[in-house]
């Protein structure tokens, strides 16, 4: 049992499908980069580390993780790597970054956005791992997911192990918006086939591009974290990642100012404000307000000769940054028939407009000028698409909500595809490979017999579909309610897989959670 209790440890933690419930007293949140060291210091322990990072690389109480790293006397920090705007943050967009010499560490700091934006066989031969901790803003043209991209392709080609110390999205996990990048307009502002707002979370992102890489890939996710929060729930103080994303509301603004690229149509006050020459603030003001967009108010102001509108924000959760980017590049559209980029037919010839939408389609619709509804219409399906894929990488599923049932183990809830419930038998039903796995097991199914089989150490767990009886190491021990099928999903008691795999259980009846945790 010492030995099943170790790995426990070891694994649980570890980029495994972990998720879901648990926010209004959810547990307490902690960031990727101290769970590595609080779980997973192993992953790191003896080796000679590289690590891309830039100013936002920081745990909670603000300290950089290159100097984390630095003062850790049981692994080398040999390498670090800097995306767009360098390592420091202090950049322009789309400036130039020359690698240099730490100026205290002196180790080399390789930049990804000069010479080249993909890590060499030279800067890769020194270390044993490479570790990636940057914060992100949720949407797909914000490079710092490219640069993630990239390196986990090279890392890949030349052998190198990826760690991912994941982050908060900061617009939360459910917003998902825009049409799907296609294939033909993969770029570097545009690094998969992803929609303008993905959800996801880094290590999320991470999973969903291996899915074509196939890197080693080790995402140490979040504590306490759910899909549906937002950065302000994280307690987190905001640092500025690029000299253009401040605070808080120009991370929200970004996709609702910043898409018109070549249309004339512009942001402006870091992504708080959007207009044009030829535009009325009064008229763009009163086709947004009226459009009903949630959680946000579109204030007229006029900007020297151009006519906009300024983002009031008075709802962070609702509020759909990617949707109302697209609304209000329609509506400018009606207003002053701006000229749309258009990219000819060779892969040089692609406008970055149509880059930026990773589609062409957007600009042929503005060209027609259609309402922004008939827009979304006509991209629903390819999102509805998007997110089925989506679910199979991702970690989180959601806080604790009114109904319904959370499941938290080792203080991250749990993400299930199939609800959990009460039986009547009073018993907490839930998924069997998410609990399973969450606890550090190996899940095998025989359809023939309907049994499922857990391994984790020197525990082995046979369960019948519809059998009152478990096998717990070859011993037959009566259980009080029976797994079932629903949805397709084989439905387990939790406490009696759990607490056979060497966890505790605790229930909260006013949450509706269940807390799983390693047994002391």
């Known amino acids: 049992m010492r030995r099943l209790l170790a790995l426990l440890l070891v694994t649980a933690i570890v980029l495994i499908p972990l998720t879901s419930p648990a926010r209004a007293a959810g547990p307490a949140f902690r960031l990727g980069n101290e769970v590595l060291y609080s779980r997973c210091h192993h992953l790191i322990a003896g080796k000679r580390v590289g690590l891309i990072t830039n100013q936002s690389g920081v745990n909670s109480q603000g300290r950089s993780v290159i100097d984390v ?16 705007h360098g390592i420091d943050g202090k950049a322009g967009a789309g400036a130039y970054v020359a690698s240099y010499t730490h100026p205290t560490l002196g180790i080399p700091v390789y930049s990804l956005y000069g010479a080249t934006r993909t890590p060499t066989e030279a800067m890769l031969k020194d270390i044993d791992v490479l570790l990636y901790d940057i914060q992100d803003v949720g949407a797909r043209t914000y490079t710092y997911i490219s640069t993630l991209n990239y390196a986990m392709k090279a890392a890949k080609q030349y052998g190198k192990p990826v760690i991912v110390l994941d982050r908060p999205n900061p617009l939360g996990g459910e917003i998902v918006e825009a049409p799907v990048l296609e294939d033909a307009f993969k770029t570097f502002v545009g690094v998969d086939n992803l929609p303008m707002a993905h959800g996801m979370t880094v290590g999320e992102l991470a999973r969903f591009f291996n899915r074509d890489i196939g890197v080693d890939l080790t995402v140490v996710p979040m504590e306490g974290y759910s899909r ?8 987190l103080a905001w640092i500025a990642t690029s000299p253009n994303i401040p605070d808080i509301d120009s991370v ?48 007229p102001e006029t900007i020297g000769s151009a006519g906009g509108v300024r983002l009031r924000i008075t709802d962070y959760r609702t509020f759909n940054p990617a949707r109302a980017g697209l609304y209000a590049l329609a509506y400018a559209r009606r207003l002053n028939s701006f000229t749309v980029p258009t990219s000819g037919s060779t892969p040089a010839s692609v406008v970055m407009f149509d880059k930026i939408m990773g589609t062409k389609r957007v600009g ?54 199939t609800e959990p419930y009460i039986d009547g038998n009073s018993r907490t039903m839930a998924p069997v490979r998410a609990i399973a796995e969450a ?48 949805n397709s999903r084989t439905m387990v008691p939790v406490r009696f ?12 009846g006013p949450s509706s959670t269940v807390s799983v945790s390693q047994r002391q």
């Open 69 to 84: 790293l630095a003062s850790d006397p049981s692994l080398q920090l040999v390498a670090l790597y800097g995306p767009e």
């Open 228 to 235: 549906d929060m937002i950065y302000q729930d994280t307690g």
């Open 252 to 299: 929200f603004g970004y996709m609702a100012t910043g898409l018109g690229e070549g249309t004339g149509i512009y942001q402006f006050d870091k992504f708080k404000w959007i207009g044009g020459k030829g535009i009325d603030a009064n008229r763009f003001a009163v086709l947004l307000n009226a459009a009903g967009l949630p959680g946000v108010t579109f204030v």
């Open 364 to 417: 042929q619709w503005l060209i027609q000028k259609l309402l922004p509804q008939e827009m979304e219409r006509r991209y629903a399906a390819e999102l509805a698409a998007f997110r089925a894929e989506r679910q199979r990488h991702l970690i989180y599923g959601y806080g604790a909500r009114p109904g319904k049932i959370a499941v938290i183990v080792h203080n991250t809830p749990i993400f299930f595809d």
């Open 439 to 486: 606890l550090g097991a190996e899940v095998g199914w025989d359809g023939a017999l309907w049994l499922v089989t857990l391994v984790s150490g020197e525990s082995t767990v046979r369960l019948t579909i519809g059998s009152s009886v478990a096998e717990v190491n070859g011993v037959p021990i009566a259980m009080d309610t029976v797994p079932v099928i629903r």
């Open 497 to 508: 897989v759990s607490e056979f795999l060497g966890a505790d259980v605790g229930w909260d």
